[in-house]
Nanobody
Framework: QVQLVESGGGSVQAGGSLRLSCAAT????????MAWFRQALGKEREHVAT????????HYSDSVKGRFTISRDNGNYTVTLQMNSLRPEDTAVYYC???????????????WGRGTQVTVFS
């Protein structure tokens, strides 16, 4: 029902910034909570940030709080993750997800993008 495509990944030096975008197909993006998850090589996929359907509520994992900002533009069917002060431990594939609840759990998100690679080097 919803298709998501991430973009904006790449390689950046520690301390730098990247902006990830998630483009959604369909006119009903505003009905979904949106989130970013990430999965490092050999590790489980973990929650990064969530934003409510209207954008008024956000949640961040402790590891990114104060450095990352999630936002959305329902009119343009996009969700953005601004990542500042990047660290090598932020290296992972980042996934955009859509679901029916403001949640940090993978099972609450029904639609997923294919991911975009972020590599932070020192």
């Amino acid at each position: 029902q919803v298709q998501l495509v991430e973009s904006g990944g790449g390689s950046v030096q520690a301390g730098g910034s990247l902006r990830l975008s998630c483009a959604a197909t369909g006119r009903y993006l505003h009905t979904y909570a949106m989130a970013w998850f990430r999965q490092a090589l050999g590790k489980e996929r973990e929650h990064v940030a969530t934003i409510s359907r209207g954008g008024g509520t956000t949640h961040y994992s402790d590891s990114v709080k104060g450095r990352f900002t999630i936002s959305r533009d329902n009119g343009n069917y996009t969700v953005t993750l601004q990542m500042n002060s990047l660290r090598p431990e932020d290296t992972a594939v980042y996934y955009c997800a859509a679901g029916g609840a403001v949640s940090t759990f993978r099972r609450h998100f029904n639609y997923w993008g294919r991911g975009t690679q972020v590599t932070v080097f020192s």
